[in-house]
């Protein structure tokens, strides 16, 4: 369509573009609405109103028309809340004026997968709002090397589908910030994710056994991967995103397990890394897997001092269990890389370290220039195969 639309169309294009999830989330005329107040939440940050949200739910998953949940402006504390579907409707908003406040005793969340929980639903959307987790004693803990629970992801979808999040804002996770799981046809855009750059497994969005997820013009500021990719991901599309503190956008780690579903058809695109200890990454355990990855586009990327811009590191062995001397079985095919440019923080910028039972093949490279300390920076390669056009530098070692 790009092809047939004047400048200025485009322009208006992108901009109504930006307004979709809020067309998305305006209440149909006939949607009931439930205000969690008025089912006996106080939005003083201290009373359990687990309850009135739990009700807000029923009534509006157990409607047969449209049906909207109200949270007005405030912070309103909330133990663990698992949302149940399969419903009566597939038109369910969920519109957050206000915060939504965790436990801050870690040990009343910590134990379970998740806090706030979405299972088996179909046209939900949430729109605005804060969640307030709360982590920073959970990180303090682990830091100190004593024994704690591992705490809990914010927000899960689990087995949904037609999802759909925008103007969202996650504070402080305990675990992973955002997960789905399972889920097809997800949407998030406006995504606000911050944490301390030093938090542990704070992940901003996890993607796992999804098809037709989307992240757009989100920010992302955390302790681990901005956005990880999982086993089982296929058609994601990320865009506009900013990235750091953090560790990248990781594709990975695949191959932890023998039988485990591929990754492909993977776009991220218009992405900006400031700080991060890697850009793109693709990870992989050392050791035998029938996984893959394939098909996968990076493009439109700024490195601002980021320690690894371009990595593929298929010798990922935490703490050295469980895999030394193996190799690894998952197979990396078709991944591009295009219009990568910036600021490496260590002199190797692209490192390509690929199985050698399983070497990396169609690598290619176009328009990629990457410098350390204002000089080209340079480029390591074991078994990976591909091909490289334009300008890039580092020079190719494919």
């Not at 994601?236 to 039988?259: F, M, T, Y």
Request: with cysteine.
């Amino acid at each position: 369509m790009a092809h047939y639309l004047p400048r200025s169309s485009l322009v208006l294009a992108q901009i109504l573009s930006m307004f979709i999830p809020l067309v998305v989330a305006s209440p149909d005329p006939a949607a009931m609405t439930y205000n969690v107040v008025s089912l006996g939440a106080k939005a003083d940050g201290t009373t359990d109103s687990t309850q009135a949200f739990v009700s807000a739910w029923t009534k509006a998953c157990g409607s047969t028309n449209p049906a909207m949940i109200y949270v007005p402006v405030g912070r309103f504390y909330l133990r663990q809340v698992v949302f149940n579907g399969p419903c009566n409707n597939n038109a369910i908003i969920m519109s957050i004026a206000g915060t939504l406040v965790a436990p801050s005793d870690y040990k009343v969340l910590g134990n379970t997968a998740n806090w706030l929980v979405f299972e088996h639903v179909d046209g939900v959307t949430i729109s605005g709002g804060i969640l307030d987790a709360q982590g920073t004693a959970l990180w303090a803990c682990k830091a100190s090397g004593n024994t704690c629970p591992a705490g809990a992801t914010t927000l899960e979808f689990s087995n949904s589908n037609n999802i759909v999040v925008s103007a969202l804002s996650s504070l402080n996770s305990q675990m992973f910030h955002i997960v789905v799981n399972g889920c097809q046809n997800v949407k998030m855009q406006g995504i606000r994710v911050t944490a301390d750059g030093n938090s542990p497994n704070t992940d901003g969005i996890h993607v796992q056994l999804s098809s037709s997820v989307t992240i757009l013009d989100s920010k992302i500021k955390t302790g681990d991967d901005c956005i990880s990719i999982g086993p089982g991901t296929t058609n994601l599309w990320v865009e506009n995103v900013e990235c750091g503190p953090g560790h990248g956008i990781s594709i990975g780690s695949l191959g932890k397990d023998q039988q485990e579903a591929g990754v492909q058809n993977v776009t991220v695109k218009t992405v900006t890394f400031t700080d991060t200890q890697n850009g793109v990454r693709i990870k992989s355990w050392g050791r035998p897997s029938n996984g893959f990855a394939r098909n996968i586009l990076f493009q439109h990327a700024i490195m601002m001092n980021v320690q690894n811009p371009i990595v593929i590191d298929q010798n990922y062995c935490p703490d050295n269990k469980g895999c030394p001397g193996q190799i690894s079985g998952v197979k990396i095919s078709d991944v591009t890389y295009q219009d990568i440019h910036g600021t490496s923080a260590t002199e190797i910028a692209m490192k390509f370290d690929c199985s050698s039972g399983n070497p990396c093949s169609n690598i290619k490279l176009e328009d990629v220039k990457l410098t350390y300390n204002n000089q080209a920076a340079q480029a390591s390669c074991n078994h990976a195969a591909g091909i490289s056009t334009g300008f890039v530098q580092p020079t190719s070692c494919l």
